[in-house]
């Protein structure tokens, strides 16, 4: 089957810029998660959706990141304006019963000047 | 927040020895897992053990689950230098449909 697909690979913009990241989950899989990898780290989730609804986005910082999964299907997550501290990877993931079967994209590595 | 902690935070050793990390975490789980994560990639599923578990094989890969501890230790056997990555256990947290990540830990195998 197709994994988690993730793009851009790469994104380097300047603070108070916006960039906005793409993920496509593997086809069936009802959950969805955003994850911020901080070099040096371990993953952070950001949030989760269940089909097209948040489940918990209690660690996604409102004031500048925003994330939709319309029609339950792809993802996409928001950084407006950036900051520096928000240079990292963002990893997509989605699974088809819980914490079972979870499958990570390549994520894009965000870097911001 | 952090709910796993992996220890050692790095190690390195030949090519051909065991390596053995271990994982603490805090709240009741239902699972654990261990990833492995190459520099600049995605994390990559390595075992998951139930909390009903108390030993699994994969493998090169044995883990370990003491619930009572709240600890978990995942052995390489016969490390490769393929094995060189960071590794992380992650746990569902109160059974909850999210993994919660630790640090991580990272191997070096050396040829």
């Known amino acids: 089957e197709a994994g988690v697909a993730q793009s851009p690979r790469y994104k380097i913009i300047e603070k108070r810029q916006s960039v906005a990241f793409w993920c496509n989950p593997i086809?069936?899989?009802?959950?969805l998660y955003w994850y911020q990898q901080i070099l040096g780290q371990g993953p952070k989730l950001l949030i989760q959706?269940?089909?097209?609804?948040?489940?918990?986005d209690s660690q996604l910082p409102k004031d500048r990141f925003s994330a939709e999964r319309l029609k339950g299907v792809d993802s996409t997550l928001k950084i407006q304006p950036a900051k520096l501290e928000d240079s990292a990877v963002y990893l997509c993931?989605?699974?088809?019963?819980?914490?079972?079967?979870?499958?990570f994209g390549s994520g894009t590595r965000l870097t911001v000047v | 927040s952090q709910q796993g902690e992996e220890d050692p935070q790095a190690l390195s050793i030949q090519e051909g020895e065991n390596a053995t990390m271990n994982c603490s975490y805090k709240?009741?789980?239902?699972?654990l897992q261990w990833y492995r994560q190459n520099s600049g990639r995605g994390l990559v599923h390595l075992i998951l053990?139930?909390?009903?578990?108390r030993e699994k094989h994969s493998g090169r890969l044995r883990v370990t689950l003491d619930t009572s501890k709240k600890s978990s230790s995942l052995l390489i056997t016969a490390s490769r230098a393929a094995d060189t990555a960071s590794y992380f256990c992650?746990?569902?947290?109160?059974?909850?449909?999210?993994?919660?990540f630790g640090k991580g830990m990272k191997l070096t195998v050396n040829p």
């Open positions: 992650a746990t569902d947290v109160g059974g909850s449909e999210k993994l919660v």
């Open positions: 709240t009741s789980i239902n699972n």
């Open positions: 993931a989605s699974s088809l019963t819980g914490t079972l079967g979870y499958t």
């Open positions: 053990i139930r909390s009903n578990e």
């Open positions: 086809s069936g899989h009802a959950t």
């Open positions: 959706f269940q089909n097209n609804g948040v489940v918990d």
